[in-house]
């Protein structure tokens, strides 16, 4: 009898346990502007990019004061536009409209739920065009000239490129591999080479990234179409500039997005200066 009793207590503390680690999970973290932020919102977009709390902390809040912004100026996204960009979503993966649902209810998503985040996404889009309509400041000839001028190494480019060549079918096993270990693979997962490329014959990505690459410094892990690959890069060859005219576009397009991405956090961190932040409890 003494042992049943034991054997129930335990049970109901372990109820008890279960009970209390679900309502911390569940429970809220941070209220924005009356948007509450949860600590299993925290602990699922932590996990699913691999960041610290506080990071994933940082766009919640981030998406709450969005979402705030966007119910004070009531920005709307109606149905017809919402249904014209699902079609034109569909279209571009040669799919028709119920096609690209059934597709995404085998991923696990419905129809409904994709709708929303779709239209939120727009409202977004809505929202950034009218901040960066009062602040964005036109970029001159000058600027791009002065920004080409003073990072020249952006803009070397080179003939050919001596390399350490690493490929295999395991993009993990890759991205940890040195020449060391790849000698040593006794499973063969990773095969190694000796090789030059020349840019001419090369993915224009592939050259870029040789381009930027230090001299014994190694490239992120690249995915071509037999598997990945990833270079060390032992020496450049053939150097040369490339002509202003030719990188003007370029350099435009990283100058306009340096400018939006200030204008966006200088905005965002006024609202949230001026925002209702209370913290309940920290992950």
């Known amino acids: 009898m003494i042992l049943k009793k034991s054997l129930f207590a335990a049970f109901c503390g372990f109820l008890l346990s279960v009970n209390a680690n679900a309502a911390i999970v569940d429970a809220v973290s941070v209220i924005v502007d009356n948007e509450p932020i949860t600590i299993y919102e925290i602990f699922r977009l932590s996990k699913q990019y691999n960041i610290s709390s506080k990071e994933a902390l940082d766009i919640l809040v981030r998406q709450k004061l969005e979402l705030s912004q966007i119910k004070q100026m009531n920005i709307q996204v109606d149905d017809f ?7 034109a979503i569909a279209a571009k993966n040669n799919l028709s409209v119920q096609e690209f649902y059934r597709l995404l ?3 696990g998503i419905s129809a409904d739920a994709y709708r929303l985040e779709l239209r939120q996404t727009m409202q977004r889009e809505k929202l950034y065009q009218y901040i960066m309509s009062s602040k964005y400041q036109n970029i001159e000839d000058g600027q791009l000239l002065a920004y080409y001028n003073n990072n020249p190494e952006e803009f070397k480019r080179y003939e050919s490129f001596d390399v350490i060549k690493f490929e295999s079918n395991d993009d993990k096993s890759l991205a940890n591999a040195s020449h060391e270990s790849a000698a040593a693979d006794n499973n063969q997962t990773i095969k190694l080479s000796n090789e030059t490329i020349f840019a001419a014959n ?7 990234v040789l381009s930027m690459t230090k001299i014994s410094g190694e490239t992120p892990v690249m995915q071509t179409k037999s598997g990945f690959v ?7 060859n ?3 500039i490339m002509p202003f005219e030719q990188v003007k576009n370029s350099i435009m397009a990283r100058l306009a997005s340096m400018q939006e991405n200030s204008i966006l956090k200088e905005y965002f961190e006024t609202a949230k200066s001026r925002a209702s932040i209370t913290v309940i409890r920290l992950p």
């Not at 536009?81 to 079609?87: D, R, S, T, V």
């Not at 090369?202 to 870029?208: D, L, Q, R």
């Open 81 to 87: 536009a919402l249904n014209q960009q699902i079609e």
């Open 105 to 107: 209810l085998g991923e």
């Open 202 to 208: 090369e993915n224009p990505n592939i050259a870029v």
């Open 230 to 236: 990833k270079y060390i890069v032992t020496a450049k």
């Open 238 to 240: 053939g150097e040369n």
